[in-house]
């Protein structure tokens, strides 16, 4: 039986400082963060301790491979939801708590975005007149630099990953007809062809099937074994070409097939039907390039299939999974259900009217108002201000967003996305960080995603271990917490 | 071979049923999205950056990741 698929997202939010000095974009992101959370009583810094992002999965590395940095000397902080918000080279960037299903990722990544539109706005009290930091989720400069958006999974270390590499691989080529968060033109040039518009931000960027990198010749799989939890038993999937959503239908699809995907594919559910495609990288180009839903891509077995076709063979294996296995991989049966019900119908609008999506995509949706606004003003695809509207999609400023003027599908309420800025999710061990940051921020020195670090006045410091994702939720830690006044008295009940 | 067997899905009974019974509210429904999305694009005149061409010009960012 699938272990069940803890997931997060990771989102690198571009920046841009409208000034007429010089804030270099890594100062501008250290502002945020410090804006933000200086109304902290103490900020808890990130443990480095265990961070090894040059561990390749496939257990070796590549000659020539180059391993990230960790820049360990900007500001990098721990919230009271269990979340991480850090400078990540010339970017903001904040890393969800661990979530325990699909919908929980939604919140909480709806979280981080107004985590960053109150930084904003505490880091801009800071600033001259006329001097403004601007945050944006995309993905893009539309000039080839690129910032991403990464998911992880758990997923169980004894999947061998050649299979994960082989089967996730078509799920992640012909997502994008959802998950897509849609771009004006392109960055790269491909197939000799114009591109007006295509699905996603990001497929310009990748240009290899697997591997180690993230910023230079990105891999469609990410091989970084970086667990974050025990490594004899644990596989943390670091997936790193989705785009950026703000369209929660979006999200909660991108996230929920594919930790389903990952759940039959630790199942060896996929194995009746080899997916594999042909060439991935051109795979994944063309799909992008194609708003119409005709384009095919061949397959290693010969056979030519649309991106929705494609999704409809693993919809059909996922309902089968989920009436002969079940679908507690998923962390919440109702929400497994809604993951399966909204694919089908997003599928079936796919083909039958892709623009009856609007409210539900960022990609139609942004389709759409480039058109009509293309239309209205008798614009060639190449004027700047369909490129400016393209950006504006991603203002996280409301006054500016033209996302937020969009009736889109909710599928979360302000309150809880309000909540989900300093509570934790209660069914991961985000639940303990939290909960020990709410209580005892004071004695904490520092955190990370498997441990925290206590200072109680003793000798040595004292780390928690968290190796297990799914233990230190409230189930198994509201009882310890209560009654308990000091660290240290957490630390005895602990018996550690 | 597969690629005549993958085409069934658009001919699903569940689609045809949805396709015949609903196109009269398809055009209302047009209707109605082409009345917002003119009040949209009155909005987006209002809000859109002044200096489209120096906007986009100047959004430049360094690589991630």
């Known amino acids: 039986m699938a272990i069940t698929k803890v997931c997060g997202i990771e989102t690198e939010y571009g920046v841009h400082v409208d000034t007429a000095g010089d804030m270099s974009p890594t100062t501008a992101s250290t502002l945020l963060i410090n804006a933000y959370v200086a109304r902290l009583d103490r900020r808890v810094g990130w443990d480095f301790e265990d961070e090894s992002p040059g561990r390749d999965a496939r257990g070796h590395a590549r000659e020539g491979s180059m391993p990230p940095e960790i820049e360990t000397h900007l500001v990098n902080a721990v919230l009271t939801n269990g979340a991480r918000y850090y400078v990540d080279h010339a970017h ?151 785009d950026a959503n703000l369209a929660e239908v979006a999200t909660f699809l991108k996230v929920g097939v594919t930790a389903l995907v990952l759940a039959m594919i630790e199942d060896n559910f996929l194995a009746s039907r080899d997916l594999r495609l042909a060439a991935p990288v051109a795979a994944i180009r063309s799909v992008s390039r194609d708003t119409t839903m005709r384009t095919k891509v061949e397959l290693a077995s010969g056979d030519r299939l649309t991106a929705v076709e494609l999704q409809w063979e693993l919809y059909d294996l996922a309902r089968k999974y989920a009436a002969e296995r079940g679908v507690e991989a998923l962390g919440d049966e109702g929400v497994a259900r809604r993951v399966l019900d909204r694919w089908e119908t997003v599928l079936e609008a796919l083909e039958s009217d892709p623009r009856s999506l609007a409210n539900q995509l960022d990609w139609v949706a942004k389709l759409r108002l480039i058109e009509a606004y293309r239309e209205r003003h008798d614009l060639e695809w190449d004027d700047s201000r369909l490129a400016a509207l393209d950006l504006q999609y991603h203002d996280l400023r409301p006054a500016k967003s033209l996302f937020a003027r969009l009736a889109m599908e909710r599928l979360t309420d302000d309150e809880e996305v309000a909540r989900a800025t300093t509570e934790p999710p209660e069914t991961t061990r985000a639940y303990f960080r939290g909960r020990c940051l709410q209580r005892f921020s004071s004695a904490i020195v520092a955190a990370n995603w498997d441990s925290v670090v206590f200072d109680i006045g003793e000798e040595s410091l004292r780390r928690v271990p968290m190796m297990e994702p799914l233990k230190g939720t409230a189930l198994h830690v509201d009882t310890l917490f209560e009654g308990c006044d000091t660290p240290a008295e957490l630390l005895r009940r602990l018996g550690s | 071979m597969a690629e005549r067997e993958l085409k069934k899905r658009p001919t699903t009974s569940r689609e045809a049923t949805a396709a015949e019974t609903e196109a009269p509210a398809t055009t209302e429904r047009r209707d109605r999205l082409k009345a917002e999305i003119d009040d949209l694009l009155d909005e987006i005149d209002e809000v859109l950056e002044n200096n489209a061409e120096e906007f986009v010009r100047n959004y430049v960012q360094k690589g991630g990741e």
């Open chain 1, 92 to 242: 903001p960037e904040y890393s969800t708590p661990e979530c325990s299903n699909p919908l929980e990722a939604v919140v909480h990544d709806r979280a981080g975005e107004l985590v960053l539109t109150r930084s904003m706005e505490a880091a801009n009290r800071f600033l001259p007149p006329g001097e403004e930091i601007v945050i944006y989720k995309n993905n893009s400069d539309g000039k080839g630099n690129s910032y991403g958006c990464h998911e992880n999974y758990l997923v169980d270390r004894a999947v061998p990953f050649s299979r994960i590499v082989h089967e996730l691989t078509p799920h992640l080529v012909s997502r994008q007809v959802y998950a897509g968060a849609g771009k004006i033109g392109e960055e790269v040039p491909y197939a000799g062809q114009v591109t007006q518009f295509q699905l996603s931000q990001r497929a310009d960027f990748f240009e290899e099937e697997v591997g180690l990198e993230t910023t230079l010749k990105r891999p469609i799989i990410n091989t970084r074994d970086e667990p974050h939890a025990d490594p004899q038993k644990y596989r943390r999937l670091h997936v790193i070409v989705g």
